[in-house]
């Protein structure tokens, strides 16, 4: 036991180190590709609030103070009238207001100015993600016309900051209706990985969203029936696995499951104390086809993750 917590101790360590050398390089930034191609879609090199969400998340209190005053500044700079995008010529979208908005509370900032109402749906409790219109109804499926939509993550990351403030969070009956398959995967529409969708999910009950007990068992099984012999998900995915074993933390259930995990993040941590993936963290549909996908080009989604699912 103690050498397995020294080993954890290690990893931890060198994971910290890894992003903390990331943020204070402000390499923070996503690759994004057209299609399944290496050529650079417009918004490449963008992504860094969504990034710092999850490595705020991971490191807590042991950020560095002084990068956290720094991305507090970054953040508040690249406020559009209490909203945010994507990155540069992207436009405001609900998911990284949201994001940012989380993350300067967790960075010190108490009470950010943030403004949701640009994208709530006019006579529901729900958030569609851009705030040029569009069905009220949940979409799980891709299309031109799905994008403009309401989208079940979210409103579950939606859920889990409301929630965390004390205030009422989006109608979480019709998005869990359509988004929660009877196996219990949670569909998600921009976020490719069988496991995103959960992680939101169950951050937004742990805050005290109102989500009933029987999805989230139904969730939890579906993700610990999903895990590799080897404790791994989705064919050794790092980005996968941590995602998994990181929503299965969240919800303090699986134990068993989240030490295989453990041991597997173990054994494919790189030496400069990252982890690295070959999935896809993002995709933008259009036309039938995927017109853009973003990945994590420096590796610090994913080592984010695993540093929160060790622990």
């Known amino acids: 036991m103690l050498r397995c917590q020294d080993v954890r101790g290690t990893q931890a360590r060198r994971a910290r ?28 090199d963008t992504g860094w609030v969504f990034s710092l969400h999850f490595v705020s998340r ?7 103070l002084a990068a956290r005053r720094n991305y507090i500044e970054k953040l508040r700079a690249s406020r559009q009238s209490g909203t945010w995008s994507y990155g540069r010529g992207s436009p405001v979208d609900a998911d990284d207001t949201a994001l940012a908005a989380r993350t300067l509370i967790a960075l010190g900032d108490k009470s950010p100015e943030y403004d949701l109402s640009l994208f709530r749906c006019p006579h529901d409790r729900l958030y569609r993600t851009f705030a040029w219109g569009g069905s009220q109804a949940v979409a799980v499926e891709p299309s031109t016309a799905n994008n403009a939509g309401v989208h079940a993550e979210v ?39 069988d496991y ?89 549909t259009h036309r039938g086809g995927v017109v853009w996908n973003a990945r994590d080009s420096h590796r610090v989604v994913t080592t984010a993750l695993a540093l929160e699912a060790i622990g």
């Open 155 to 193: 409103n579950l990351n939606i859920a889990e900051l409301f929630a965390s403030q004390g205030r009422q969070p989006p109608s979480l009956e019709p998005v869990l209706e359509a988004c929660v398959t009877d196996e219990g995967r949670v569909r998600s529409y921009f976020y490719p990985s």
């Open 17 to 44: 180190r890894f992003l903390g050398n990331a943020l204070s390089q402000n390499r923070l930034n996503l690759g994004c590709f057209i299609g399944n191609t290496q050529r650079l879609a417009p918004p490449h």
């Open 58 to 64: 991971a490191l807590g209190a042991s950020m560095p």
């Open 196 to 284: 995103y969708g959960a992680y939101w999910l169950f951050a937004a009950r742990a805050q005290g969203a109102p989500i009933p007990p029987g999805i989230v068992n139904k969730v939890v099984r579906f993700v610990t029936d999903s895990q590799d012999a080897n404790g791994a998900w989705s064919d050794q995915d790092p980005y996968q696995t941590a995602l998994a074993a990181a929503a299965l933390r969240i919800v303090g259930r699986s134990e068993e499951q989240q030490g295989l995990a453990r041991r597997f993040l173990e054994e494919s941590q790189h030496n400069d104390g990252s982890w690295s993936t070959g999935s896809d963290l993002w995709r933008y």
